[in-house]
């Protein structure tokens, strides 16, 4: 069974402060997403990496895709009340054509 | 970009009352769908695949009884949650990616409906 583990899995910080969020996985993924989600609403998708090393940039916030393709991590510099939210990582393997979720990382940012 | 939508976005019923949710993609085809079902404050976890014209093929745990599951158009899936208990409250959320039109995958990303939320009373 393929296990995409999120670490934390709850953050509190301030407004300004920086945080990661770490995404890891004994499987390959072909690619992987990171969303975030509202409660009561579907995710959003906030990013698409496919290539081993890969980094992406998407304003304040910087997704790096592992070198194996088993791990990814999502950096938020200055972080923002607005960016209180659920993130989710999620793998996709070409074989399976599955899309398995990660534990999910519940963060906080406060005023 | 892609819209997939859900309805109803909430529903409210009675123990065993059957329940159903339709997924639609607005402006593409879907052979394949995904039902996930979200708990409270915790991740999503996949339920089933949906493919167009065939069964369904349901994860480890999920009762195919329990959710039904029918793919009968490019555009459309369902789940079916027969006679509903209260420990199928949840919020359901559908998914799916556009293909080709060989049928092969176009992208590996995902486009989400809005979730549907489920109260059983």
């Known amino acids: 069974t393929q296990l995409l583990e999120q670490s934390p899995q709850f953050l509190s910080i301030q407004e300004g402060e920086n945080l990661t969020v770490y995404c890891n996985s004994s499987s390959v993924f072909s690619s992987l997403q990171w969303y975030r989600q509202e409660p009561g609403e579907g995710p959003v998708l906030l990013v698409t990496?496919?290539?081993?090393?890969e980094v992406k940039k998407l304003k304040r916030l910087t997704f790096q895709f592992g070198d194996a393709r088993k791990d990814s991590s999502l950096h938020i510099t200055a972080a923002q009340p607005g960016d209180t939210g659920l993130y989710l990582c999620?793998?996709?393997?070409?074989?399976?054509?599955?899309?398995?979720f990660g534990t999910g990382t519940r963060l906080k940012v406060l005023a | 970009g892609a819209v997939v939508s859900q309805h109803p976005s909430r529903v409210i019923c009675k123990s065993g009352t059957s329940v159903k949710i339709e997924c639609r993609s607005l402006?593409?085809?879907?052979?394949?769908m995904f039902w996930y079902r979200q708990f409270p404050k915790k991740s999503l976890m996949l339920m089933a695949t949906s493919n167009e014209g065939s069964k369904a093929t349901y994860e480890q745990g999920v009762e195919k009884d329990k959710f039904l599951i029918n793919h009968a158009s490019l555009t459309l899936s369902t789940l079916t949650v027969t006679s509903a208990h209260p420990e199928d409250s949840s919020f359901y959320i559908c998914?799916?990616?556009?293909?080709?039109?060989?049928?092969?995958?176009?992208?590996?990303?995902?486009?989400f409906g809005p979730g549907t939320r489920l109260t059983v009373l």
């Open positions: 998914s799916t990616y556009p293909v080709g039109t060989s049928g092969g995958i176009v992208t590996d990303t995902q486009y």
């Open positions: 990496v496919v290539t081993g090393g």
């Open positions: 402006d593409f085809q879907a052979t394949t």
């Open positions: 999620a793998g996709f393997t070409s074989g399976t054509y599955k899309y398995i």
